[in-house]
């Protein structure tokens, strides 16, 4: 058995994926199995993968999405943990995989959550994630480790950036849900109702590009508003069942979170009428305010309305958020 499966699904990457496995190749100390789909690329991408045939496990599917290329590589997998990674980003720390499994088998963990940097693709521009404070990287226990982390502003919801016991995973079917956009929220949402014990490392060993044309944040169509939107309703459904009222609350914030993102890519939507009564009934999230950006909207929402409020977000999201990858 390998030490740890890391899975990265590739569609139309052939300028990125060659330093994404070299920087999985390179981590020292453990033995990895690298599992790559390549999710039906008509780009050069097949043929940049062939000059690392015999470093890696490559599969090639027909195009279906991260979803189903993650999930076939959760299949495949022999390691006793796995780790997530996107095909254009890259890890910056060639000790990060055995940082992390130390800790979760230290600490008996289901998942260990690191750090990361953003690096803007235009701009060639680095920023660190906010770090995690020393009163979270000393918790362990799961509803009181996620109820500080979201009090402190954190809902690291990519599946990139972790390693997780791939136990704890197949026990409790964490799969990635297919066919939708922002699958990656939802999946979160389950793995933090089913853990007992996770942990957080203060190491910025991940760099997640920014700012590429392809991303599912660059361009926001109706299809992917609403898409977000259903993930965002099954979401809050899956945390409706949480038996924790704590941590209940916390995820409930979290999702408030994406729903301010929702309302800011909403505005602009030329037929968004067709799913206006969808988002203002989730209004009532925003009373969720554990996460601290949501007081703000909330107290927004109370003074100025909804309308005024997406409007607020949609210029956020424009013209600060992106100013500040």
Wanted: hydrophobic share 40%; aromatic share 12%.
């Amino acid at each position: 058995m390998k030490d740890i499966s890391v899975i990265i699904p590739v569609f139309n990457c052939e300028k990125y994926i060659g330093q994404a496995i070299d920087s999985v190749l390179s981590q020292k100390d453990v033995d990895i199995e690298l599992i790559v789909i390549n999710d039906g690329s008509t780009d050069g991408t097949l043929n940049a993968l062939k000059n690392y045939q015999s470093s890696i496990i490559l599969y090639n599917i027909s195009h279906a999405g991260a979803s189903v290329a993650r999930n076939l590589g959760i299949s495949k997998a022999t390691g006793k943990y796995i780790m997530f990674m996107d095909a254009d980003d890259f890890l910056s720390d060639v000790f990060i995989c055995r940082s992390c499994i130390n800790l979760i088998e230290n600490e008996n963990l289901d998942m260990c959550i690191f750090s990361f940097h953003y690096m803007n693709n235009e701009r060639k521009r680095h920023i660190k994630s906010k770090p995690y404070s020393k009163k979270l990287t000393n918790t362990f226990d799961a509803s009181k480790l996620t109820c500080a982390m979201v009090a402190e502003g954190h809902f690291p919801a990519s599946p990139c950036f972790r390693v997780l016991t791939k136990d704890f995973i197949k026990s409790n079917n964490l799969y990635f849900k297919e066919k939708i956009i922002s699958e990656d929220i939802e999946w979160f949402i389950r793995v933090l109702m089913f853990t007992k014990r996770y942990g957080l490392l203060d190491q910025a060993a991940y760099t997640y590009r920014t700012a590429l044309p392809n991303s599912v944040t660059y361009s926001m169509t109706f299809e992917k508003c609403e898409s977000l939107l259903h993930t965002i309703e099954v979401s809050a459904d899956h945390i409706g069942k949480a038996s924790s009222e704590s941590l209940k609350k916390a995820l409930f914030s979290c999702i408030a979170y994406e729903y301010c993102i929702l309302l800011g890519h909403y505005y602009h939507l030329p037929d968004k009428g067709m799913i206006k009564d969808r988002v203002y009934h989730l209004s009532w999230l925003l009373k969720y305010d554990m996460f601290p950006r949501i007081k703000y909207a909330k107290w927004f929402n109370q003074i100025a309305g909804m309308e005024i409020l997406s409007c607020f977000f949609d210029f956020y999201i424009r013209h600060i958020s992106k100013s500040k990858q």
